[in-house]
């Protein structure tokens, strides 16, 4: 099995060997930077470049201070050369861009298109020289342009990454309006007072179905696996491999070992841990008091309701058995990585592997989260890109041995 079979993550003519990029810094992240640093991702996002006159002499000003920026008299040009440069990977290739005309965002979109990349409105750049021009981060605060702006990017048939800054404006809002407006992507800075706000990321994957990639502190697995934790289907990373230039590699090997492990690189923290609510698909029965009532109000189902689309959901599965266990089914059993003599020991009876329980209960999470999106009134497609469900065959078989394996108990 390929590394694209493993994962299955395509938006749109885009389609990620795994779920780790670059991230794009200003000044250095340009093809050469990639080739030496990120082959091993999924995604590589290249830029900050400037597409006019205009970004390109608030760069100068911010370079004669010290920053580092791509210059150009010819952005079109620069930007078809990168493309051409990294055009023999296997990665995905994206271009952050900042401009004041949409025009030029627009072109910069069908040049992207042409070498199946993806463009990526700079909507974070936070520098006074582009802010100033009504530029970068000053999109979010103006949310009728930036939605006419993605509307229009849309219409050249682009997959279209919007990278934002948490915290600058209410972050549910902005990711709701982003998704409606048309946007594929969400590259989600989460960036907190001390280090990532890792809750930010969390309230964004509730609300929305847009493909979510988080950033911000990664600088390893285990930092990558608590984004993975709050609903990222990818993790980028910028400074972090500016320390260790060999961190993508070793992150694309460790979330690769995950997938194959487990079956769901990004399974959700628990609830009570902090998870999203994807994890009410590891929640026990709501007899207690206890964080399920709060994820529930957010869906807009009653405790009674719940159970109910549960056990409507595993009947018919291998999670519909579960004798011995807390409640009786494995609809109600938690993370397989959670130690669990009882709910193992249905899964040694039914001959059930971890990786084979973890990617049902990934089903039941995904068909959660979209009756959640749908109360939110968002794209009710499903987000979660890694479907991996048993065939028709293979689940007869394995229903008859259950049947005959209870029956004689």
Request: charged content about 25%.
């Amino acid at each position: 099995m390929t590394d694209h079979q493993l994962f299955d993550l395509t938006v749109g003519y885009a389609s990620f060997k795994n779920p780790v990029a670059l991230a794009p810094m200003a000044g250095i992240t340009d093809a050469e930077f990639a080739k030496k640093t990120a082959q091993a991702a999924g995604l590589i996002v290249i830029g900050a470049y400037n597409l006019d006159f205009e970004t390109n002499e608030a760069a100068k000003r911010m370079s004669e201070r010290g920053r580092k920026e791509f210059i150009t008299e010819d952005p079109m040009e620069l930007l078809e050369s990168e493309l051409e440069k990294l055009g023999d990977l296997d990665s995905v290739i994206a271009v952050n861009v900042r401009a004041v005309s949409t025009e030029d965002y627009m072109q910069a979109a069908l040049l992207a298109r042409k070498h199946n990349a993806i463009l990526e409105l700079d909507a974070h750049c936070r520098q006074p020289e582009i802010t100033d021009l009504e530029a970068g981060e000053e999109l979010i605060n103006d949310s009728d342009k930036l939605k006419n702006l993605i509307q229009r990017i849309k219409r050249t048939g682009v997959v279209l990454s919007v990278k934002i800054r948490a915290n600058v404006v209410e972050n549910t809002q902005l990711a709701r309006m982003i998704e409606a407006a048309g946007a594929d992507i969400l590259h989600f800075d989460a960036m907190g007072t001390h280090g990532a706000d890792l809750r930010a990321l969390r309230d964004v994957r509730d609300v929305t179905n847009l493909f979510l990639i988080g950033n911000n502190s990664i600088r390893d697995f285990e930092a990558a696996k608590e984004m993975y934790g709050r609903g990222a289907d990818m993790i980028s990373v910028a400074r972090g491999v500016l320390e260790n230039p060999e961190l993508l590699n070793e992150l694309a090997i460790a979330t690769t070992a995950l997938q194959r492990q487990t079956g769901w690189y990004n399974v959700p923290k628990h609830l009570c841990g902090g998870g999203d609510l994807r994890a009410l698909t590891f929640c026990c029965l709501p007899v207690k008091h206890c964080a399920v009532h709060t994820a529930l109000k957010k869906v807009g189902m009653t405790p009674r309701q719940f159970a109910e689309f549960k056990i409507n959901f595993v009947n018919g599965t291998p999670l519909q058995y579960g004798d011995g266990t807390c409640f009786g089914s494995m609809a109600w059993c938690c993370k397989a990585s959670k130690p669990c003599f009882l709910r193992d020991s249905v899964l040694d009876t039914i001959d059930l592997s971890h990786t084979e329980y973890t990617e049902l209960h990934q089903n039941q999470g995904t068909s959660t989260e979209n009756t959640t999106t749908q109360t939110h009134d968002t794209n009710t497609s499903l987000h979660q890109p890694s479907q991996h469900t048993h065939t028709l065959q293979k689940q007869q078989e394995r229903e008859k041995t259950l049947e005959t394996s209870y029956t004689t108990q």
